[in-house]
């Protein structure tokens, strides 16, 4: 019986946008989840995938509702695997790519996978993560521990003591969990020097490097050197590594759940096999994965017009979340607001650690109606030129209280 079940409480995203919801206040601001929004506050439609939709639509036949391959839509995570690796040569071969149910059902093949093949004494994770990090690892029964990343004193990586503790107490073997780019929730990468060190750290201590790539595009604004760690890695030809590539956010495309899994492999004949493994995985969770993002994301990233106009669509998104990041830090300089908010502009990608305390976002939520998560993570896309104002005074109120 399900007798002894009790109340599983909501996820802290989830819960916050009910409370929000249920909140009748007409200058409610919600910065909670990592979602793009424009000006308007309005879900955005990038001009570049409504095009790529047109022309799917019209060429689709009879076929269109056909089950897709096991492993997914071909030309969609070959040309994924292109974008994120760039020129690959004859490296091409060691690499096998599937197109997944998006960024979370990439990371939860590649971790099912790791997990069944090389037997992790333990995946670490970023202290903090994305919340579904622990999810998903917890859920495939791998001992899950989490390495320092944000001093919340200097608010900024703590690459020391990231360092420190991955050296003296990881084992060979286990998982390292990393973002691509555009961490997410601090909005703090390592540098390209630090990203050196972590990757020659994996090759003396043999740990797996497991790339989460849920923002390329979000934190320079260019691909390529949004994708420099990745490829860093791939360079020096030594380690085997994972990617879990999500397109919900640089696309836009996040209700059509379009992604890809990318394992770099020692060799053409391990690649070539590790496809059969993750196949019969992905089989046992999805059979195949949906078709139409797929579709849309390929055609982008094919068709070399609606490629440029989509590297235009990512500068768009990118440059007013940089417009959004000046505007508060300027807004709460000029308040005269007790602390220093340099870090607001200088963190880069869709989410800010502003470095509230959770008593301080529990007074902005009362007072101001403005919800963000207890960490004091805002989503910068949920701020407007219009309510931007209110969003620094009510940060002002709080912490001068
Ligand atoms: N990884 C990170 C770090 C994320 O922030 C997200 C989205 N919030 C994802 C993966 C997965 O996104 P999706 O499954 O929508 O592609």
Redesign the pocket.
């Known amino acids: 019986s399900f007798l002894h079940l009790r109340p599983m409480p909501l996820d802290a995203i989830y819960s916050l946008k009910e409370t929000f919801k249920a909140d009748s206040n007409e200058n409610k601001i919600i910065l909670g989840s990592?979602v793009y929004r424009d000006d308007q506050s309005l879900p955005w439609v990038l001009p570049s995938v409504e095009k790529a939709d047109e022309i799917v639509a019209k060429t689709q036949d009879c076929g269109r509702y056909e089950y897709l391959p096991i492993p997914g839509y071909a030309p969609f995570y070959t040309a994924a695997r292109d974008l994120l690796f760039g020129d690959l040569g004859d490296n091409a071969s060691r690499i096998v790519s599937l197109h997944t149910v998006?960024?979370?059902?990439a990371?939860r093949l590649g971790a099912q996978f790791l997990k069944e093949t090389t037997h992790p004494s333990a995946v670490w994770l970023p202290d903090p993560t994305?919340v579904?990090h622990h999810n998903i690892w917890s859920q495939v029964g791998v001992n899950v521990k989490t390495y320092p990343y944000w001093n919340s004193s200097t608010r900024a990586l703590d690459f020391e003591k990231m360092l420190r503790v991955l050296s003296d107490e990881a084992t060979e073997g286990d998982v390292l969990i990393l973002?691509a780019c555009a961490h997410?929730p601090t909005g703090v990468d390592p540098t390209k020097e630090q990203w050196m060190t972590i990757a020659a750290m994996c090759e003396t201590k043999g740990l797996f490097p497991f790339f989460?790539c849920?923002y390329l595009g979000f934190a320079s604004g260019d691909l390529d050197e949004d994708a420099w760690a990745v490829r860093h890695f791939m360079s020096r030809g030594t380690l085997e590594l994972a990617v879990?590539q999500?397109f919900?956010?640089n696309m836009g495309l996040?209700g059509e759940?379009v992604?890809a899994l990318h394992l770099v492999t020692a060799t053409a004949e391990i690649a070539s096999n590790a496809k059969g493994h993750l196949s019969r995985l992905q089989r046992g969770y999805v059979s195949q994965p949906p078709t139409r993002g797929a579709r849309i994301a390929a055609t982008i990233l094919r068709t070399p017009d609606l490629y440029q106009e989509w590297l235009f669509d990512i500068q768009q998104m990118s440059s007013r979340i940089r417009n959004m990041r000046r505007a508060l830090r300027d807004r709460l300089i000029s308040l005269g607001t007790p602390g220093s908010w340099e870090h607001i502009f200088s963190q880069i990608g869709m989410f800010s650690y502003v470095g509230l305390t959770a008593e301080q976002v529990a007074i902005i939520e009362e007072y101001s109606h403005i919800y963000m998560l207890k960490s004091g993570r805002i989503n910068i896309a949920g701020l407007t030129t219009k309510n931007v104002e209110n969003v620094a005074r009510a940060i002002d109120h709080a912490v001068r209280l």
């Open positions: 990592g998006a960024g979370t059902g990371n994305w579904n973002h997410n989460d849920a879990a999500s919900s956010k996040y759940r992604g």
